[in-house]
C-alpha cells in the first residue's frame, strides 16, 4: 500500500528520523499506527467491560437485543470509527479512560 503523506505529518515523521527515534519515515508511520490502532483496541475493550457491567446491573433499554450483540457491536465500531474520523471524542471525558 502506497500512503502520501504531506505538510506537517510528513514534518513530523522527518523530525523523528533527524532525532534518531526511527530509521525512515515509513518506520516512523508505521509504529504511530500501530500505537494509534493499540490505543483504539484498549478504548474498545474498556467501552465493552462497561456495557457488561451494564447488562449485569438488571437494566435494559428498549430496543437492545442481548440475543444479537453482534449488531450492537457493528454499531459500536461504526460509531467509533465516524468519530475518530471527524475527530470529534471527548477525551476529558469521565466515561473515557485515560490516554
Known sequence: MNVSIAGEAAAFLQDLVERGQFNSPEAAANSLLLSAKSQQDQHLEWLRCEIDKGLQSGIMTEGFDPQNLD????????????????????????????L
Open 71 to 98: 449488531a450492537f457491536w457493528d454499531d459500536i465500531e461504526a460509531l467509533s470509527d465516524e468519530k475518530i474520523k471527524t475527530d470529534s471524542i471527548n477525551y476529558d471525558s469521565a466515561a473515557l479512560p485515560p
